[in-house]
Structures are given as C-alpha cells and as structure tokens.
C-alpha cells in the first residue's frame, strides 16, 4: 500500500482506504470504478467531492476540491480545483 486514509480515526467505525493512483471521495462517485472511490455517507459531503492524487514520479499525494460545499485541509479551507500537497498526517 503506498498511500491511505484513516476514515473516523479513533471512533468503533474507524477503517483504513488505500488510496490507489486516483480516489475519489464523494456521497455517490458515480461513473467511477468501486477501487477508485470512496463513499461517504455524509449531507456535507457533495456527491463528487474530491479527489486524491498520487504521484508516483516525485513521492507526492495531492488532494483537489471538486465540491460545492468546499474541503478543508488540516481545518483551512482549500480552494477549488486547486490542488494541495498532503503530508502524513493532514486531516481532510
């Protein structure tokens, strides 16, 4: 696994998502294959709210927003379409 996401760190519905080439996050990433989404049951989250990115080439994942009710990156509100550097550890 070179990437993942901890869903609901420290709660019982806590699980682990590897993160493949490109996830997409969403209330229903629709047109998208199962391996390639993550599905959150969530009103504030938009059906295709963003995408996570990895670049294999420089080591770097990048998360984008692709939402209309806005994604925030360690609590700071990113800008659409505009994508962002994760380090390990940042919480979305």
């Known amino acids: ?3 993942y996401l901890v869903v609901d760190p420290g709660s019982p519905a806590e699980r682990v998502v590897p993160v493949p080439l490109r996830l997409s996050i969403g209330r229903q990433p629709a ?4 391996t390639q989404q993550l ?6 989250v938009s059906r295709h709210h963003a995408e996570i990115r990895l670049d294999l080439g420089s080591g770097t994942a990048t998360v984008l927003d692709t939402s209309t009710n806005g994604t925030r990156v360690n609590g700071a509100r990113i800008e659409r379409a505009v994508p962002v550097v994760l380090s390990d550890g940042d919480r979305l």
């Open 1 to 3: 696994m070179l990437a």
């Open 31 to 34: 047109g998208i294959d199962e």
């Open 39 to 44: 599905c959150l049951v969530d009103p504030s």
